[in-house]
Each structure stands twice: as structure tokens, then as C-alpha cells.
């Protein structure tokens, strides 16, 4: 199985979750981010680095680009999104010259799986309306025990 099966595998796992802000437990309740955490908890064994609080318009108060920073810090260098696969993350911004604020992962050519904000986590088809918003694309680097 690849890492991206593996992550997709994971995230499909956490379908049905119920959205809690600021929250990481497959089951419990998470939003996009946590939702992140709990894929890279699940692959890794540990959280690279610990996510401080964060109000839920946190990207609208600082408009600094902290979701990017941290794609770059924890995934390295983004990927060119024609070159996106399954399993890859995917992080969105919601307007031009707005700081990104969603991430979700790529689970098919047409599908994502995200925390939605009024709901849970759940499966989304990739219609342009949301390609048009990805503002990067990150590849999940290979577990050690891959």
C-alpha cells in the first residue's frame, strides 16, 4: 500500500466525525486541521509540532499565510496541483488575497474528504468551484516503515 493509500485510508476513517473546532480525535470531533493531525498522528506516531489555540478567524485577523508556512514546514516544498494525487493535502484559500484557512485530502481525481464546518467530516466532489480555491498541494512524505 502507498503512503497516499495509506492517508486516504486513514481519512476515510474519520468520515462521520462531527466537527469540533480545534479538535484532533478521529470519532470525537476535528476540523480541518485537526483532521491533518490525526492523518500525520496515525502515519508518524507523534505530532511533528504542537498547533497553539487558534481562534476561528484566525486567518482573517492576521492575514499572514500561516496554513502555507506550516504545509512547507511539516511537507516541504508544494506540488504543482496538475501533478496531485490521492492522499496528497490540499489546502484552500476562500478569496484572492485572503490567507489560506482550509485543508483537505485529495481521495480520488474527483473527490476530497475535509471537516465541514456546520457538520462533520465528510466527502466532497472536487467541482471547479473548489479547484479554482486550492492555494497549494502537499505530498505526505513516506513513513519510516513504509
Do not use: N
Request: charged share 20%; hydrophobic share 40%; with cysteine.
Amino acid at each position: 500500500m502507498t503512503t497516499g493509500d495509506r492517508v486516504v485510508a486513514i481519512a476515510e476513517g474519520f468520515l462521520g466525525t462531527p466537527y469540533r473546532h480545534q479538535g484532533a480525535t478521529k470519532g470525537i470531533g476535528c476540523d480541518c486541521i485537526g483532521l491533518i493531525r490525526g492523518i500525520w498522528r496515525e502515519l508518524y506516531g507523534e505530532e511533528q509540532e504542537t498547533v497553539p489555540p487558534y481562534a476561528p478567524d484566525w486567518a482573517e485577523r492576521s492575514g499572514e499565510e500561516r496554513l502555507l508556512a506550516a504545509g512547507i514546514r511539516l511537507f516541504g516544498a508544494p506540488i504543482p496541483p496538475s501533478e496531485m494525487a490521492a492522499g496528497d493535502l490540499l489546502l484552500f484559500r476562500w478569496r484572492v488575497g485572503c490567507a489560506a484557512k482550509h485543508a483537505g485530502i485529495l481521495a480520488g481525481p474527483q473527490h476530497f474528504i475535509h471537516a465541514y464546518e456546520q457538520g462533520s467530516v465528510i466527502r466532497s466532489v472536487l467541482v471547479p468551484s473548489w479547484r479554482r480555491r486550492i492555494a497549494a498541494v502537499h505530498r505526505f512524505p513516506d513513513p519510516l516503515d513504509a
